[in-house]
């Protein structure tokens, strides 16, 4: 029993523990039925899961997953179990990690802080997410009030909501594309973030006249940008490429992972991937801020489909920039932001 009265719960995405289809079943379940994903009302959302998706999608999932499952189990949760262990190497205070979806769960990695924690004050919740967006951090910081309201109500809980531009985030995934730049490994880059739907980015607009409503909206400055998951991409993007010092012609950004028949964000990756193919693009790289550890986005959805449509469409090289992962500057970064007390909000 330590006396620490402060402590720090990372926060990621989650995976099922298996391949097998009941896993499969149970995670996409838990991840579609919640409300921040899917935003419709819940008798909608649960006819929509369980009669026009779970007949169909765990079977195609289950086989994505196969295709890049390590021998250690998932890649996310591998990666995420290494990153907290290098966190935790960094830090005086304890760290524990959970996950929004599956396994180790959010309340499992409370528990575990409160019971080895007998004078805890305060935690500090660190959603493993830098750009701000309904479906990602406002479902964590949501889901872990709850819980700490209802079992620890005496605790006090901060949390970072996004750190997109922060300077040593950018200074990390800058060295993570500069060490295949120096290398000649590509001379086109694609930022491709995770695709939301354009309803999500108007819904946490606090002001409600801006997003996807005033002209150039992502450039205009305004409140609504502290929660605008489309101004935090092109920040993220604007910064490396200056950082990176990339021209005009050698970059641009997509989103990926559409679901449903929605207005999304706009380009959509596979598209982008084929037309710069087609466009005489020869050795693109691909790399994915959105996601801090490498997962099934990253390694299958482009790792494997999107190579295959590069390369079936004229381009010679492909290359998948790895996430942050482990990276010792990552490690670094985090330490900062668990530091940076201006970054903090109750």
């Known amino acids: 029993m330590s006396n620490h009265k402060q402590a720090v719960l990372l926060v990621n995405l989650g995976s099922p523990d298996s391949t097998s289809l009941p896993d499969i079943r149970r995670y996409l379940g838990e991840f579609l039925m919640d409300r921040y994903v899917l935003d419709v009302p819940a008798f ?32 996310l949760m591998v990666l995420s179990k290494r990153l907290l262990k290098r966190v935790q190497d960094k830090l005086v205070m304890p760290v524990e990690l959970g996950m929004r979806y599956g396994n180790p769960s959010i309340k499992y990695a409370i528990d575990k802080l409160c019971s080895e924690n007998a004078l805890l004050e305060e935690i500090l919740l660190f959603p493993l997410y830098p750009h701000y967006a309904m479906a990602s951090t406002k479902t964590v910081i949501e889901k872990t009030k709850s819980l700490m309201a209802h079992y620890y109500p005496n605790i006090t809980l901060k949390y970072i909501e996004s750190f997109y531009d922060y300077p040593s985030y950018i200074s990390s995934l ?45 450039n205009i400055s305004s409140d609504a940008h502290r929660y605008c998951y489309s101004h935090h991409v092109y920040k993220t993007t604007e910064l490396v490429v200056e950082k990176l010092n990339l021209g005009e012609e050698s970059y641009s950004v997509s989103f990926q992972s559409r679901l449903g028949n929605d207005p999304w964000l706009s380009p959509a990756t596979d598209t982008t991937i084929q037309e710069l193919a087609k466009k005489g693009v020869k050795r693109l790289a691909v790399v994915c801020p959105a996601f801090v550890s490498d997962c099934l986005e990253t390694l299958e959805e482009m790792g494997e489909e999107g190579k295959e449509i590069f390369l079936e469409n004229g381009g010679d090289s492909f290359t998948l920039i790895p996430c942050l992962n482990e990276r010792l500057d990552w490690v670094d970064s985090m330490v900062d932001l668990i530091g940076d007390e201006s970054k903090h909000l109750v």
């Open 174 to 218: 800058s060295n993570s594309i500069s060490e295949y730049q120096d290398k000649g490994d590509f001379d086109y880059v694609l930022f491709s973030y995770h695709g939301i739907p354009e309803r999500h980015v108007k819904k946490t607009d606090p002001t409600k006249l801006h997003c996807k409503v005033a002209s150039d909206c992502c």
């Open 44 to 75: 909608f959302r649960w006819i929509l899961v369980y009669c026009l998706i779970m007949p169909f999608r765990p079977k195609k999932t289950a086989e994505a997953y196969q295709s890049i499952w390590w021998k250690e189990g998932s890649p």
